[in-house]
Structure formats: structure tokens, C-alpha cells
């Protein structure tokens, strides 16, 4: 099956069947989000953006949301 193959499939869903597609894709990718944020974790990957964060934030350079 090609993308090209998805995408027709997709486009003649019907809109109660799309949607449940849409929620079960949106679920499916961000599950694949945390195991490669996980795994980038694990690696030590986000370890200078962790190191940086924490240097602004005692300089004073954070603020809260």
C-alpha cells in the first residue's frame, strides 16, 4: 500500500468513519511522539536543553506561563 493509496481511502471515508480515524490516528502518533521522546531521553539527547533551561531559569531569565 502506497501513501497515495491511503490518502484515496481516507478521502472517501465518511465523516463518522473519518472522525474515528482522525481520533485514533491522533492517539496513535502521539504515542510514536513519546517513545521517540523517551528514547531521546534515555540517550541523553535533551540533556543540553534541560541543562540550558535550568541555567536561565537560576539567572532569573524565565518567566511563568
Known amino acids: 500500500m502506497t501513501i497515495e493509496d491511503l490518502e484515496k481511502a481516507v478521502a472517501k471515508l465518511p465523516p463518522d468513519q473519518l472522525a474515528k480515524f482522525r481520533d485514533w490516528f ?22 543540553r536543553l534541560a541543562e540550558q533551561a535550568l541555567a536561565d531559569f537560576l539567572q532569573g531569565r524565565a518567566r511563568e506561563l
Open 26 to 47: 491522533e492517539a496513535f502518533d502521539a504515542a510514536r511522539f513519546d517513545e521517540k521522546i523517551e528514547r531521546d531521553a534515555k540517550a541523553g539527547k535533551l540533556d
